[in-house]
Protein backbone atom coordinates (compact mmCIF):
# COMPACT_ATOMS: atom_id res chain seq x y z
CA UNK A 1 0.00 0.00 0.00
CA UNK A 2 1.67 3.41 -0.85
CA UNK A 3 0.86 6.80 1.05
CA UNK A 4 -1.03 8.17 -1.25
CA UNK A 5 -3.67 5.42 -0.14
CA UNK A 6 -3.19 6.56 3.23
CA UNK A 7 -6.96 8.50 4.81
CA UNK A 8 -5.62 11.39 6.89
CA UNK A 9 -8.20 12.27 9.79
CA UNK A 10 -8.22 15.48 10.84
CA UNK A 11 -6.08 16.13 14.12
CA UNK A 12 -8.16 15.76 17.21
CA UNK A 13 -7.89 18.42 19.74
CA UNK A 14 -7.59 18.21 23.35
CA UNK A 15 -9.73 19.96 25.36
CA UNK A 16 -7.37 21.36 27.94
CA UNK A 17 -10.31 21.48 30.57
CA UNK A 18 -11.28 17.71 30.15
CA UNK A 19 -7.72 16.67 30.43
CA UNK A 20 -7.00 18.40 33.96
CA UNK A 21 -10.46 16.85 35.08
CA UNK A 22 -9.87 13.35 34.20
CA UNK A 23 -6.18 14.11 35.90
CA UNK A 24 -7.98 15.23 38.80
CA UNK A 25 -10.60 12.55 38.77
CA UNK A 26 -7.76 9.65 38.46
CA UNK A 27 -5.59 11.49 41.72
CA UNK A 28 -9.23 11.49 43.30
CA UNK A 29 -9.37 7.83 42.71
CA UNK A 30 -6.17 6.95 43.89
CA UNK A 31 -6.21 8.55 47.13
CA UNK A 32 -9.79 6.63 47.80
CA UNK A 33 -7.87 3.46 46.88
CA UNK A 34 -5.29 4.52 49.35
CA UNK A 35 -7.87 5.19 52.13
CA UNK A 36 -9.80 1.93 51.37
CA UNK A 37 -6.31 -0.21 51.95
CA UNK A 38 -5.72 1.50 55.13
CA UNK A 39 -9.47 0.73 56.01
CA UNK A 40 -9.32 -2.79 55.48
CA UNK A 41 -5.74 -2.86 57.25
CA UNK A 42 -7.68 -0.85 60.38
CA UNK A 43 -10.57 -3.29 60.03
CA UNK A 44 -8.76 -6.25 60.13
CA UNK A 45 -6.79 -5.55 63.16
CA UNK A 46 -10.08 -4.34 64.82
CA UNK A 47 -11.55 -7.58 64.19
CA UNK A 48 -8.71 -9.32 65.67
CA UNK A 49 -8.62 -7.27 68.72
CA UNK A 50 -12.52 -8.55 68.95
CA UNK A 51 -13.95 -5.57 68.05
CA UNK A 52 -17.63 -6.39 66.89
CA UNK A 53 -17.78 -4.97 63.12
CA UNK A 54 -21.62 -5.39 63.21
CA UNK A 55 -22.36 -2.78 65.88
CA UNK A 56 -23.83 -0.35 64.24
CA UNK A 57 -22.52 3.03 66.06
CA UNK A 58 -18.93 1.52 65.26
CA UNK A 59 -19.49 1.32 61.67
CA UNK A 60 -21.00 4.87 61.75
CA UNK A 61 -18.05 6.63 63.56
CA UNK A 62 -15.41 4.77 61.27
CA UNK A 63 -17.48 5.75 58.56
CA UNK A 64 -17.08 9.27 59.06
CA UNK A 65 -13.76 8.96 60.28
CA UNK A 66 -12.44 7.47 57.11
CA UNK A 67 -14.17 9.88 55.11
CA UNK A 68 -12.47 12.34 57.38
CA UNK A 69 -8.95 10.49 56.90
CA UNK A 70 -9.82 10.80 52.43
CA UNK A 71 -10.09 14.68 52.89
CA UNK A 72 -6.96 15.11 54.62
CA UNK A 73 -5.11 13.36 51.91
CA UNK A 74 -7.15 14.92 48.95
CA UNK A 75 -6.06 18.07 50.65
CA UNK A 76 -2.47 17.42 50.90
CA UNK A 77 -2.60 16.26 47.02
CA UNK A 78 -4.55 19.32 46.03
CA UNK A 79 -8.01 17.92 45.38
CA UNK A 80 -11.28 18.96 46.58
CA UNK A 81 -13.19 17.09 48.71
CA UNK A 82 -16.49 17.39 50.75
CA UNK A 83 -15.15 17.11 54.39
CA UNK A 84 -12.56 20.00 54.04
CA UNK A 85 -15.16 22.38 55.76
CA UNK A 86 -15.76 20.32 57.82
CA UNK A 87 -12.19 19.16 59.10
CA UNK A 88 -10.96 23.04 59.29
CA UNK A 89 -14.59 23.32 61.72
CA UNK A 90 -13.47 20.66 63.60
CA UNK A 91 -9.95 21.35 63.86
CA UNK A 92 -11.19 24.96 65.06
CA UNK A 93 -13.11 23.52 68.09
CA UNK A 94 -10.54 20.56 69.07
CA UNK A 95 -7.98 23.32 69.29
CA UNK A 96 -10.21 25.51 71.47
CA UNK A 97 -10.99 22.27 73.55
CA UNK A 98 -7.35 21.85 73.77
CA UNK A 99 -6.66 24.65 75.01
CA UNK A 100 -9.15 24.92 77.49
CA UNK A 101 -7.91 21.83 78.38
CA UNK A 102 -3.93 23.39 78.44
CA UNK A 103 -5.36 26.05 80.71
CA UNK A 104 -6.81 24.20 83.36
CA UNK A 105 -3.52 21.77 83.99
CA UNK A 106 -1.84 25.03 84.07
CA UNK A 107 -4.32 25.73 87.08
CA UNK A 108 -4.25 22.58 88.50
CA UNK A 109 -0.08 22.31 88.51
CA UNK A 110 -0.34 26.14 90.01
CA UNK A 111 -2.91 25.21 92.45
CA UNK A 112 -0.72 21.99 93.59
CA UNK A 113 2.28 24.10 93.81
CA UNK A 114 0.89 26.59 95.96
CA UNK A 115 -0.33 23.90 98.51
CA UNK A 116 2.79 22.12 98.28
CA UNK A 117 4.73 25.74 99.14
CA UNK A 118 2.26 26.72 102.01
CA UNK A 119 2.21 23.06 103.61
CA UNK A 120 5.31 21.55 102.87
CA UNK A 121 5.69 17.60 102.12
CA UNK A 122 4.53 15.24 104.87
CA UNK A 123 7.42 13.05 103.90
CA UNK A 124 9.62 16.01 105.13
CA UNK A 125 8.41 16.44 109.13
CA UNK A 126 9.12 12.13 109.18
Same mark, same amino acid.
Given at each position: ???????????????????????? /??? #????? !?????? $??? &???? %??????????????????????? /??? #????? !?????? $??? &???? %??????????????????????????????? !??????
Amino acid at each position: MSKNNVVKFPDIKINKHQSARNEL /LAA #AQDAE !DYVQFM $TDV &IIEQ %MVIDGYNMEDTKLIDDLTVTINM /LCG #AICRV !DGIPHF $THD &ILDA %MHGELQKLLDEEDNEMNDNAFIAKLIEDEWG !DDDDEQ
